[in-house]
C-alpha cells in the first residue's frame, strides 16, 4: 500500500481551518444575519429561502461535472491545486459580500443576493470537489484514511467552532451592526486563503494510478449511478446531514426564543466542540475496537438518545448539554465512517468498471453536503416565518405553539431522518476492510494501480 507521510497528512489536514469557518458562516449563520443583523421582511425572506434552496440543488448537480474536470485536468501542478487554489480566492471574496450591507432592499437585494449566492457556491465547488478528492489519492490504506479523515476533522472542527462560538461575543464587541459581521467574515476569508495556501503547496501528490483515457461529460452521472455502493452512501448521508444541518441551523434561535439567553450559545457550543474533537480523536482506535458497522450502529444509537433527551428536556443547561455532548459525539463518529466509506467506493467503482474516477465519486461528498444544507436551510427558514419568530421583536412575541413548531423542526424531523438514514445504510452498503483489501489485491494484479500503490 502507499504510505502517507506526514508531510501531507498535516499539510492537507490544515487545509480545513479557514474553509470550515466560512462554510460555517455561510450555511448556519447567513439566515440569522439576513433576519437578526438586517432584519429582512417575510415577504423577502421566502425569496431569500427559494434562493437558497434553488442555488444549493443546482449547485450541488455541477459538483458532478467538476469531478469530470479535476478526473481531466493535465497540469505540471497536478489535477487538484489549480482548481484549490482559484475557488479559494474566489468564494473568499463572495463570502465577504454576501455579509455586506449594501443598502439594497427589496427586489433589488433579492436581485443581488441571488448573483452573489450563486456565485459563492459555484466558486465553492471549484475548490471543493479537488481539495477532497485529494484525500483518497494520498494513500489506498484504509487504517491511513481513517487517520487522515479523522484529523482533517479535527481541525474542521476546530474551523467550524471557531465560527460558532466566537460569531455572537466578537461581533457584539465590534459594534454588533452589518459592519460588524462583515468584518468577521473577511477575518475567516483570510484565514481560509492563508491556510488553503499551505495545502497548495505543501502536499506532494503520489502516482496512485496508471495513466487513463478521458473521461467524456455522458459518463460522468453514469459513473455515479452505476457504483451502488456509493448511492447507498449518499442516500444515507444525504438523511444524516439534513439532519444534523437542520439542528445546528436552529442553535442560536433556540437560546434566544426557547432558553431565552443567547449569551449561553457560546460557551453552549464551546462545549460540544471539545466532545466533537475528542471523537474524532478517538475514532482509530474506536474503528480498530468495534469495526465500521457496529461503530456505526452505535453512532445512530447515541444520535438517537440525545435526540430524545434535548426533545424533553427543560430549560436545563446540565440536561441540554448532556443532549448535545450524545448528539455531537455521535456526528464525529458517523461523519468520519462516512468519508472513508466514500473513499473506498473509488477503488470499487474502479473495479466494477476497469476506470478510476476519484474526483467524480468524491463529488458526491460536496453534492450530499449542498443538498443536505439546501434543505435544511429550508426548513429553518420556513419554520421561522410559520412559527412567527421571524417578525417576532424578542422572546416574549414568540407564541407557544411557535416555540414547539420550533422543538418538532429541529428535534423530532432530524430523529426521523436518522432512523431512516440506519435504514438505508444496514440494508444496502456492504464494502467492509476485507471487500476492500481484496478489491485493491485485484487491481494490483490488473496492473490498474501506480507505483506508489505498491507493496513495501
Known sequence: ????????????????????????????????????????????????????VTARLFDAFTDILMGGVVDNTRTRWGAYKPWIAIGVLVSAGCAVALFTDTGLRGPAFVAFFAVAYLLWGLAWTTNDIPYWSLLPALTLDPAQRERLGSTTKIFATVGLFAAVVSVTPVTRALGGGPGAWTAFVAYGAVAMVTFQAVTVI??????????????????LFAIVIRNDQLVAVAFTMILF????????????????????????????AAV????QLLGYAVFPTLSRWLGRRRLFGAGIAMSMAGYVVFFLSPMNMVIIGAAGLLLFTANSIIVVLMLVAVSDCIEYGQWRSGRRNGAVTFSLQPFIYKVAGALGSGVVAVTLILTGINSAADADDVTPAGLLGMKVAMMGLPAALIAAAFLVYRRWYRIDNELHARIVAELRSRGQLGRDAEPG
Open 1 to 52: 500500500m502507499s504510505s502517507l507521510s506526514r508531510r501531507n497528512l498535516w499539510s492537507f489536514s490544515v487545509g480545513t481551518l479557514g474553509r470550515d469557518f466560512i462554510y460555517t458562516m455561510v450555511t448556519m449563520f447567513l439566515i440569522v444575519f439576513l433576519t437578526e443583523v438586517l432584519d429582512l421582511d417575510d415577504q423577502t425572506m421566502w425569496w431569500v429561502s427559494g434562493i437558497i
Open 202 to 219: 505543501g502536499v506532494r501528490e503520489p502516482s496512485l494510478t496508471r495513466p487513463q483515457e478521458r473521461t467524456g461529460i455522458r459518463e
Open 272 to 275: 460540544l466542540g471539545v466532545a
Open 241 to 268: 446531514i439534513t439532519a444534523y444541518t437542520t439542528t445546528t441551523t436552529f442553535g442560536i434561535y433556540f437560546f434566544k426564543y426557547a432558553y431565552r439567553d443567547e449569551t449561553m450559545y457560546s460557551p453552549f
